[in-house]
């Protein structure tokens, strides 16, 4: 699927995932180890661990393009299990949901979503954001100025009339969304993320993550908005572009390595050195 730098409304999400270019999430795999984007990219999946229900992606479909969370999820009736009318009808169900390839939610976790979805409309920037004009999963592409690499991203939403970047993240533990961005490199995310903005519309953005907690807090599912600090921003900057320069060395060079070092656990050197 060649691609030319800009913005593509109609491109699904299988084919940006399958297609030319290289994203935030392959650029993680290159700073673990270059091996390790090499081993995805060719490694075989298990169709049915795919198939099972992303709670995550549920919640961003409902809150970003809720005219085809219909299309693509459907709830379950309760079935009784203890009789083997129930279990047939749970059969007969789940046969009829795949063959019109929809997944299937639970009573449990359709009336979960359905008030995770109503906590973050509850919320004042976050309501705003997402009620207002925009495009939701399109996906950008630029070359790299230095490496002349093709770089993609794919936003949750980016609004029409401001230079805003929308990403939702579905949070275990509100509390401890601080340590994610640490984790998953979500500085590196809105740092990359920034750039291809800027590089199809000229215009820095700013970029606003949308957390909804999984989590009961006071009967309630928390949500938050942020944006990050200034230093982190530039953090995720350096991180980027080291990442990607080592992906442009390693592909020019078609060496991948493979050897990782690995020590023992912090703690058992510190009871060592005791």
């Keep these: ?116 979805r109503d906590s973050a409309m509850a919320h004042p920037a976050a309501s705003y954001f997402l009620k207002d004009e925009g495009y939701c999963e399109s996906s950008i592409y630029w070359r790299d100025s230095e490496t002349d690499e093709l770089c993609r991203i794919r936003p949750d939403k980016y609004l029409a009339n401001r230079a805003v970047i929308l990403d939702v993240k579905k949070v275990s533990d509100m509390s401890r969304f601080s340590r994610h961005i640490e984790e998953f490199r979500y500085h590196v995310q809105a740092a990359m993320y920034c750039e291809g903005f800027y590089r199809c519309f000229q215009e820095y953005p700013q970029f606003v993550f949308i957390a909804v907690s999984e989590t009961i807090d006071c009967g309630r599912y928390p949500v938050r908005t942020f944006e990050l600090h200034d230093d982190d921003m530039h953090l995720g900057m350096k991180l980027f572009r080291q990442n990607l320069d080592t992906f442009h060395h390693c592909r020019l060079n078609d060496y991948w390595g493979g050897i990782e070092t690995i020590q023992r656990p912090a703690w058992a050197r510190r009871q060592e050195n005791q």
């Design 1 to 116: 699927m060649p691609v030319k730098p800009g913005v593509y409304h109609n491109i699904s999400n299988e084919d940006y995932h399958a297609g030319p270019g290289v994203s935030k999430s392959q650029l993680d795999d290159v700073a673990l180890n270059p091996a390790i984007y090499k081993w995805r990219k060719d490694a075989p999946v298990d169709p049915e661990k795919t198939a099972a229900l992303d709670m995550g992606s549920a919640l961003h479909c409902m809150l970003l393009e809720p005219g085809e969370f219909d299309k693509r999820y459907i709830v379950a009736p309760a079935f009784n299990r203890r009789t083997n009318q129930g279990k047939a009808e749970e059969q007969t169900f789940l046969g009829d949901a795949s063959r019109m390839n929809m997944t299937v939610l639970d009573a449990e976790q359709g009336r979960k979503l359905l008030l995770m």
